[in-house]
Every structure is written in C-alpha cells, then in structure tokens.
C-alpha cells in the first residue's frame, strides 16, 4: 500500500472551513427564523448554498491535504455533484430546525437525512479521484464514518434549533458551538479518509481537475463565500437591530403622542377627547346590561380669585392637588377628566342614584378642605351637577348638557353642593345660551351703549371727567347691567372685541364733549384682564386717539390690582408702553389685591382708585377708616393722585376730602347716565355742605 501524509497547514485550514461553516449555519438558521415571506424563502437558499458549499470545501481541502507519491486529480462531474449533495442536505437542515417544533422523531429523522448526505457528499468527493486501481476501503472505518455523520448531523440540528433566537450572548454561544460542531465534522472527514488505502502499484490517468492549484482556489473562494455571506447576515441583523430599535422609538413616540392626544397635560387626567370615548362605551354597556351610571359636571368654586390674586403657577398646582384628591374619593370603574380650566367630569358606574348622592358628597367635603400649595393655604368649593342614565340622557351630548344644567343650578344655589338634574333647570340653561347668542350679535346690531358717571374734584367739583361704563340694550330684555353679561363675554373671549369698541367710543364721546365746549373733561376706561393681556392693546389705544384726535394725558386707562399682579413685569412693560404715550394709568379696587409695594412703585400709575366696598362701610366697620388713611398716605408718598369711588352720603364726602382724596365719585354725586343727559348734571355739587365742612373742620375728623 502506498505511504499517506497529511499537510498539517491543510489540515488546520480545512478544520478553521468547517468551524466557519457550522457559523454559518447557526446564523443562517437565525435568519430564516427572524424573517418571514420571501426574505425568509433568500435567507434558506442562499444560507444553504454557502453553508453546503463550506461543508464540501472542509471534505475537499481534506482530500487535499492528503499527499501521496503521484500527481491527484479529480474527476470534474463527481466533483460537482458531492458539492450539489451538500448543498441540497444544508437548505434540508435549515428548512427542518426553522419551521415548526423539533421533537426527537423529527430530529432522529432529520439527522438520519442530514447525515445520509454528509457521508454521501464525502464518498462522492473521494470517489472523484481519478487513478487506477481504484481504492480499497475498510468498511470498519466507513460504518464508525457513518455513525459520527449521524451523531454530529443530529447535534448540530439540536443546537441549530435552539440557537435560532436568544439573548446578548446569543452571538458567544454561536461560536462555542460552532467549534463543536467543526470538529465533529473533521473528525468524520479524516475517519472516513482512514477507511481508504491506496494500492502500491496505483498510477494517475493524468485526466481530469489537476488537484495542485485547485487547493488554493477552492480555500479562497469558500472562505470568501462564506465571509460575504456572514458580513451580509451581520449587516442585516445590524440594520434589522437598529430598525427595530426605530420601530420601539415610534412606537414609544405614538404612545406619548396617544398619551397628549388624550390626556390634559397639566393633571394628566384624561380630557375630552377620552371622556367622549369612554362615555360612548359606558352607553352601550349599560345599553346592553340594563345598567345604570352617573355623569358629574363639577366646577371649582373660588379658583379664579386664588389664579387672580396669586398667579397661574400656584392655579396650576392646585388644579392638580385637586384632581389627585378627587382620584382618592372615587373607587370602582371610573373616568376622571378635565374639561379645561376648573372643570372636571365624573363618569362613574351605580347600582342606584343614592351611590351618586355618595360620591358627591364625598367630593364636595374632600374639597372643602384647605390646600396647602406653595406655601400658601388654599379655600375653594365646589359644584357638581349629576345626571344619571338612562333617565337624563340617551346620548352623550344630552347627558353633558344636563350634567352642566344642574351643575350651573348648584352654583346659583349656594355653590359647594351638588344636584341632580331636573328638566326645570334646562329653562335657565337655555336662558343662558340664548344670551350668549344674543351678545354674538350685539356689537354687530349696535346693542351696546356707555354710561358715564362723573368723576368731581373733591369735595364738591368741578367736574374733572367720566368714567365709561358699558350697558347693553337688549332688544326683549332691556337695559342689562355688566354683571349679566360681562362674566360670559370672559369667558367666551368676546369681551377683547368688546372692549376695543368701548375704548373707540368714550375717546369719540369725548371729542364731542371737546367741541361743545368742555376740552378740559377727561374720560376714564376700564380694561378687562384679557384685554390688558392682549399684544395689539397699544395699537388699539393708539388708533382710538388719533382717529378722534383725543390728546392721550385726557385718557385714562383704569386696571384692577389683581390683574396688574397677576403678572407684575410684563404689567409694568405694557403700562410704560402706554404712559409713554400720554395716557395715564389707574391702578382700579385698590386694596383688594395683594400688592408688593415693590412693583406698586414700579408701575407708573398717576393714581389710585380705592374700591368702593371700604368706602360703603366706613359707619360699619371703624377700622376701614384707618385702611383708607393707610391707603392715602401711600399714594401721597409715591406722589399718587387718589380717587374714591361709592361715594354715597355726605359723611363719606367730607371724611375722604379730610383724608386727601384727590377725585369723588359716586351716586351722592352724580348717577351713570347716557351722553344725551350728561348736560343735566351741575358742575358743583353739594355746595353747602362744602362749606359747612370747611368752615367745621372737627366734622371731617368725626365722620
């Protein structure tokens, strides 16, 4: 028999093939398993094609490695068949570990397969040598061959199957089986290459594939087959990593955005959008189920003042101590949402109207309780207005309008209540819409008109101006004072429109004073919080005056304390807007507020306006009288003129003249009246008793 040797760089190359090769198919079969439809249906074949071609390079560089005294060649056709046979048993092997359950059946059945084509590939392969004799074989080796082809296919689709997905260690374990795996199918390589023996006398046919640079060829290509195949996989679990990690990202910024869509941002409670959803499933639960369940409308009673007098942030942080609250109080299915501002719906489940009763008033008692918010003790109430399906409502929109009849009902009652609807209560309701209606309108129809009260130098005049006051002659209700219909011009943002007019027209009625004879009277204007608000305020006075050719010191724009407050530098920015034009600023109800006398000697004011309610109870309430005193003393320090308003009785006009009071205004004095009986008020009042006080001035100091 002829000598063999084995070229131990060959043998180590061969060994390195089948390790990358068994890679291949632990990640191939990690492919076809991630992926779906005809993405899955390429990973297969083209992951079998590399992975079969790898398994015949390791057998074929094996043959290669062995050196005998003469020259090899291979036959071409058998060549290419053994390297076609484990091609074919690679995609099997891929098909069989990704699609479906592997149980040992099947996985006998599989490796018996698998490696029936191994050990068919090799034989094939060995069979392609070209000499004569042929080779005479050991079936001993052949059947141990056969049996490790059997074992190692069975392993390998074992730990394919199991390493098709797994965790950040997937890529370690890979590997470890990889080199398991390659040395399996080495060792059944050389223990069939063991089973052959060559006759002394053999010769080659010098026909066919020369074996010396076909070594060489075949290394490079398989490994550069092998190499592309695995730089593609990575690439594709990189792009398909970072694409998932794309697709988390969306589908994380669709749950936020789901979360703004439907939830208020400032309590976190779900809004209208949600309510209206929710309120449409309980209908057609309790539809189906004869059930019953509650609608509360509630409102904050008070919010607005503590949002006036201490500003949006502290607003803000009890509107969501309030919704926490109201969450502890409620139990069972429940929506709690928002509406906007200090309105919120209850939507809960009862078994009878007295469970409604009980909640209710579990939230009006949990909110009477005081707020600590920013260092501050917060009181509000509030209002809940009930309406109980089926009863109240068959749909959504009438259950709200109802639940919003009776919570209204409640707040004309009292306030820190709750009642349950009852149709009476829509009359008032409709009431309220129609005049909400109406006031669309009245600007349009010319409904609106200025009252204008005049305004005297203490104690008795003359004359100094007027101040506008709005009224609204409503076609079938009448002369409307502000307070019907101011609060809905708030809070439907109609009074912005409105005040503009009211600013147009007391400069327009004043330059008809002007002309008639009268240019020394001024005119005083009240601004709403959401007018001073406004960016386009300036241009409006500015437009006001020059079409009417108003000089501006003769127009005086008068602001609450609490709205100045609300946001003290930017209501120092807008007021030095308009005093650099000319026109004088009042700070209005002085003394209702909460000033810091910091920003009241910043905000350049020309006077004070004290508010009427201590002027009224000046006889009741001694101690008002030293307020007023304090009141006056610091306008007169920060060189204020100061004004009274309310002034009603002589003993009012006599104590606020002692005190300094600069301007008397009031019904002791003169009563609002249109511009048409403006001429009937005198230009001194109460002349008399003027000069009693002068001449008594221990009556001033008693009164």
């Known amino acids: 028999m002829l000598v063999t040797s084995y070229d131990a760089m060959m043998v180590i190359i061969s060994v390195i093939v089948a390790m990358l090769a068994s890679f291949t198919a632990l990640d191939m079969a990690g492919r076809v398993a991630t992926s779906s439809g005809k993405a899955a249906l390429v990973w297969l074949i083209g992951g079998g094609f590399a992975m079969g071609v790898g398994i015949w390079a390791m057998h074929f560089i094996g043959m290669l490695s062995m050196t005998l005294p003469m020259v090899m060649s291979y036959d071409a056709s058998l060549t290419a068949i053994s390297m076609l046979i484990a091609i074919v048993a690679s995609i099997f092997a891929l098909w069989l570990v990704c699609y479906g359950e592997l149980p040992a059946l099947r996985l006998c059945g599989g490796a018996l397969v698998l490696g029936s084509g191994v050990v068919a590939m090799h034989y094939t392969g060995m069979a392609a040598l070209m000499f004569v004799p042929g080779i005479i074989w050991d079936w001993r080796w052949i059947a141990l061959s056969v049996v490790i082809a059997l074992v190692a296919s069975g392993a390998a689709l074992w730990l394919a199957f199991h390493l098709r997905t797994g965790n950040g260690r997937l890529t370690l374990m890979r590997i470890g089986a990889s080199v398991l795996m390659g040395c399996a199918i080495a060792g059944m390589h050389y223990t069939g290459m063991a089973a052959a023996s060559f006759p002394s006398h053999s010769h080659s046919t010098h026909m066919g594939v020369n074996g010396n640079w076909l070594a060489l060829l075949v290394t490079v290509v398989t490994i550069a087959i092998l190499g592309i195949t695995l730089l593609v996989s990575m690439l594709d679990a990189r792009l398909q990593a970072r694409t998932s990690l794309l697709a988390r990202s969306l589908a994380e910024a669709n749950r936020e955005l789901a979360q703004l869509a439907l939830h208020d ?11 209206e959803d929710r309120l449409e499933q309980a209908i057609s639960k309790a539809s189906r189920e004869n059930s019953q369940f509650a609608l509360m409308f509630m409102d904050l009673d008070g919010f607005k003042a503590v949002n006036d007098a201490f500003g949006h942030h502290v607003g803000d942080n009890l509107l969501i101590a309030v919704s926490e609250r109201m969450a502890q109080q409620v139990e069972g299915h429940f929506t709690l949402a928002r509406m906007g501002g200090d309105e919120f719906v209850l939507l809960t489940e009862i078994d009878h109207p007295n469970d409604a009763a009980t909640i209710a008033d579990g939230l009006v008692k949990a909110i009477d309780r005081p707020f600590a918010v920013s260092r501050y003790e917060l009181v509000v109430s509030l209002s809940i207005g009930i309406a109980v399906f089926p009863g109240d409502g068959a749909d959504e929109r009438e259950l709200m309008f109802n639940a919003d009849a009776a919570m209204y009902h409640t707040k004309n009652n009292g306030r820190n209540g709750y009642n349950f609807f009852q149709p009476s209560m829509n009359i008032q309701v409709q009431s309220q819409l129609q005049l909400n209606n109406d006031l669309w309108q009245a600007l349009e129809h010319n409904e609106l008109r200025l009252f204008y009260q005049p305004k005297y130098c203490a104690p008795c005049g003359p004359i100094l101006g007027f101040e506008a006051l709005l009224r609204w002659q409503h076609p079938v209700r009448g002369l409307l004072s502000p307070d019907v219909f101011l609060p809905i011009a708030e809070k439907t943002g109609m009074i912005v429109n409105i005040g503009s007019w009211v600013i147009n027209e007391a400069c327009r009625q004043l330059r008809e004073w002007h002309d008639s004879g009268h240019p020394s009277w001024t005119v005083a204007v009240n601004l709403s919080a959401l007018q001073f608000e406004q960016n386009n305020l300036v241009q409006t006075v500015t437009a006001a005056l020059n079409r009417h050719g108003i000089p501006p010191e003769q127009l005086t724009l008068e602001v609450t304390e609490t709205t100045a407050m609300r946001d003290p530098d930017e209501s120092v920015r807008i007021l030095t807007e308009l005093t650099t034009l000319g026109v004088k600023a009042s700070i209005d109800d002085f003394g209702t507020g909460y000033s810091s006398l910091l920003y009241l000697k910043r905000l350049p004011a020309s006077e004070l ?90 009556l001033a100091a008693s009164a």
């Open 265 to 275: 941002n400032l309590t976190r409670l779900p809004n209208r959008i949600l309510l």
């Open 609 to 698: 306006k004290i508010d009427r309610a201590f002027v009224n109870e000046l006889e009741s309430k001694p101690e008002d009288a030293t307020i007023l005193s304090a009141i006056v003393a610091l306008a007169q320090s920060l060189n204020l003129k100061v004004v009274a308003e309310g002034v009603e009785t002589a003993e009012q006009q006599a104590f606020l003249t002692s005190l300094g009071c600069n301007t008397l205004q009031g019904y002791l004095l003169g009563k609002p009246l249109p511009p048409d009986r403006i001429g009937e008020l005198p230009d001194y009042v109460g002349e008399e008793q003027a000069a009693e006080m002068q001449a008594q001035p221990e």
